[in-house]
């Protein structure tokens, strides 16, 4: 397989675990009765269409010229891609008390998804000798950890406190 063949399969990939986080985050959304959650479920959704286009902008670019497109929206951005960010696993997490059922359920959901998705672009910047498609793949290793850390921290507040994070 060519480089830019496994690239594309790559990016596919990428963009449909982002397809699946917005269905996943709407249906989540319609699930909570809270209003804290469902807009920030809805917020996520929102934030996944995002990643979805950027991704479809790299791979048209790839195949019509075979050169990664610099994307204004991920120059600068700089992720510690050292660490996972989800060490403990989801059996770690399910040791704490319970609070609603549905809605510690969704979050677990959610971060298993955003860890699947921080894993792969955290290891395709790693792996990229393109500076724009390094960029390209931090600057969404560095959303995916920013949503990562918003679901857990609504995660402890409900485990913890019984309510979601202000």
Known sequence: ?????????????????????????????ESTAN???KEMFLNLAREEVLHERLIQREMDS????????????????????????????????KKAV?????DTEALLTALEMETKSY???????????DA???EMYEF????????????MINYESLVQFGGWAD
Do not use: N
């Open 98 to 102: 319970r609070a609603d059922a549905t």
């Open 62 to 93: 790839l195949k019509a010229s075979g050169e990664w497109v610099k994307l204004a929206e991920a120059t600068g951005v700089k992720c510690d891609l050292s660490q996972p960010i989800f060490p403990r696993g989801r059996a770690g997490l």
């Open 119 to 129: 894993d792969l672009y955290r290891k395709e910047a790693e792996a990229a000798k």
């Open 140 to 151: 969404l290793a560095s959303q995916e950890r920013t949503h990562f850390d918003l679901l």
């Open 1 to 29: 397989m060519t480089d830019t063949k496994r690239v594309l399969a790559v990016l596919e990939q990428a963009k449909c675990l982002e397809q699946e986080g917005q269905e996943f985050y709407r249906k989540a959304a």
């Open 132 to 134: 724009a498609a390094r």
């Open 35 to 37: 209003a804290k959650g």
